[in-house]
């Protein structure tokens, strides 16, 4: 098991789709940091809400990388030759999911590094780092922590999806339409359901606070625990997916 | 003789979306002994890589049993270290180089890079390693294909098509190569609708059709199944000779500038005694043997029969 998630991190790090994301959100945070440096003065102290505001950003690439981590390799048929070098499939699916997921929460955390330091560069300076402190600190790690923690969810929808359909784009053309589609005329239509919804959960996690977001009558960590369990039960039945059906 | 691949009575049906049922396989029964290059024959559709894909678990029979090394599907992976293959046409990751890929493989079983270059050097692909799948032949990842099914080092190898994609010099290679690794007291099972490849490389053979085995057993068995022996005499005066053998009470009948005679090998010295004593020299005297191809139409398209 050990040297088949080896295999599986090398395989995920050497994507290119993983590449190309990465350094697409690179120069992203660097054309932010200069435009920030060149417009304005920055503090520093508003940097967790910066992480909380391209949250989005990142959840949608997690989905992204999960969703291609499986259906890529549906689509170009090397599921067939994994299986024929391990034909466990519950290990197979066991190593893709902790290989993509680990992934994705180690680059979710380095990318809200890179964009902290180029803020932070930019708050040295032109603009201030007043209010940068201990608690400041904590604040900020902890709201790192949860978008990373919540890009490793997304992945696993992602993941989980592309794997039922063996495809990436269906994986991608569901979550759009659920979260945008469906999740809009639930809450438009029966508003009493929105505490099980994917993106209310998912804004109250980052958000971090439930005076901010009230409706759910549901605390930070429950909509954490909430949508890990909604990820677990997703990968679980793709799994069994996985293990039931023929590969052709 | 041990078997490394025993099929009873294995039966696969897909379903369509509109409840209708395709039966790729239909009850195939074989047993390949252990050591040396058996060919798995059948036109397209015949059942071949169902049948294949059965045995390394990617697929559940709907009926039957299959056992490789001794193994049911699902304790396939007390085996598969001693099993390399390919499916259909073998698939990396374009845009890795070959070594590459076979290095992610390669880590799956804890296999050294020692091993990666071994491998590549055997299918002749040492100096285009370093350079993206993407930029290779359809020949050479074929080739890679194979060199990914060679670095478990396996006592048994399934090759699907080998050599499909594969210039006349890969088609050489891989033949040479096959004919090695047999030699060597591995097992090649491998299936293939090029009957000419199989007919040289195979020491044994079972021909597929409709999901069933028709003929099953040492090449020179079935090429000689549903053919009366004979033999085929080649001389200068063709119908001099066959008077002879008409007098001699031999059956005999001109053929395209030969005799037929419906005599089996064996008798081959009546042949030439008969002649000769109506000073009737002959410049060839063979078995009448069908060649592979022959064989493989008729029984493709005839009710099943066993030998050997």
Redesign the interface.
């Known amino acids: 098991m050990t040297n088949l998630l080896a295999s599986e991190f090398r395989r995920f790090r050497s994507r290119r789709l993983v590449k190309v994301l990465l350094l697409l959100e690179i120069v992203a945070i660097a054309v932010a940091g200069v435009i920030v440096y060149l417009t304005q003065e920055y503090e520093l102290s508003s940097f967790p809400d910066v992480l909380k505001g391209s949250s989005l950003v990142l959840l949608s690439v997690a989905w992204m990388l999960g969703a291609s981590a499986i259906g890529a390799e549906w689509h170009a048929g090397h599921v067939t030759t994994i299986l024929t070098w391990e034909p466990r499939r519950g290990r197979v699916m066991a190593a893709k999911i902790v290989a993509s997921l680990t992934s994705v929460f180690v680059l979710s955390l380095a990318v809200q590094a890179v964009l902290g330091i180029a803020l932070a560069i930019d708050a040295a300076g032109r603009g201030s780092t007043a209010g940068v402190d201990a608690s400041w600190l904590s604040e900020a790690a902890a709201v790192a922590l949860r978008v990373a923690l919540l890009s490793s969810i997304f992945a696993g929808f992602g993941f989980a999806l592309a794997s039922v359909g063996r495809n990436t784009a269906v994986a991608l053309g569901v979550g759009f339409g659920y979260l945008v589609i469906v999740e809009n005329l639930v809450r438009g239509l029966r508003p009493q359901w929105t505490p099980w919804l994917l993106t209310d959960n998912a804004g109250l996690f980052v958000v971090g606070s439930q005076t901010d977001v009230p409706l759910l009558g549901r605390t930070v960590a429950g909509a954490g625990l909430y949508l890990a369990a909604v990820a677990v039960a997703l990968l679980l039945g793709a799994s069994g997916t996985f293990r039931a059906r023929d590969v052709t | 003789m041990d078997a490394v691949i025993e099929l009873e009575g294995l039966r696969k049906e897909?379903r369509r979306l509109r409840g209708s049922r395709t039966v790729a396989v239909d009850g195939l029964d074989l047993s390949v002994p252990s050591g040396g290059v058996f060919g798995f024959l059948g036109p397209n559709g015949a059942g071949k890589t169902t049948t294949i894909?059965c045995l390394?678990?990617?697929?559940?029979p709907t009926g039957g049993r299959c056992r490789l090394l001794g193994h049911e599907?699902a304790d396939?992976?007390r085996v598969?270290g001693r099993?390399g293959?390919i499916?259909?046409?073998?698939?990396?990751?374009p845009?890795?180089t070959g070594r590459?890929n076979l290095e992610?493989?390669a880590?799956?079983?804890?296999i050294g890079r020692s091993r990666v270059r071994e491998v590549l050097e055997q299918v002749s692909l040492a100096d285009r390693a370093d350079d993206l799948v993407k930029t290779y032949s359809l020949g050479m990842k074929q080739r890679l294909g194979i060199a990914?099914a060679l670095l478990k080092d396996p006592e048994l190898l399934i090759l699907d098509e080998p050599a499909n994609g594969l210039d006349p010099a890969g088609i050489v290679e891989v033949r040479e190569l096959m004919r090695r690794l047999g030699r060597d007291g591995r097992t090649v099972f491998v299936s293939s609708h090029i009957l000419s490849e199989v007919q040289q490389t195979a020491e044994r053979v079972a021909i597929l059709a409709r999901g069933r085995t028709v003929a099953t057993g040492p090449v020179h068995e079935v090429l000689t199944a549903g053919h009366a022996a004979g033999l085929v005499v080649r001389l200068d005066d063709v119908a001099g000779g066959l008077r002879a053998l008409a007098e001699s009470g031999i059956a005999a009948r001109s053929d395209d500038g030969v005799i037929r005679v419906d005599l089996p090998p064996a008798d081959a010295a009546r042949v030439t005694r008969t002649l000769a004593d109506r000073g009737l020299y002959l410049s060839e005297l063979r078995p009448d043997e069908a060649d592979l191809e022959t064989v493989f139409l008729e029984l493709t398209g005839d009710a099943p029969k066993e030998t050997g």
């Open positions: 897909y894909r390394l678990g990617l697929v559940r599907p396939l992976h598969i099993i293959s499916v259909e046409s073998p698939t990396m990751y845009r890795f590459r992610l493989l880590r799956i079983d804890g990914a």
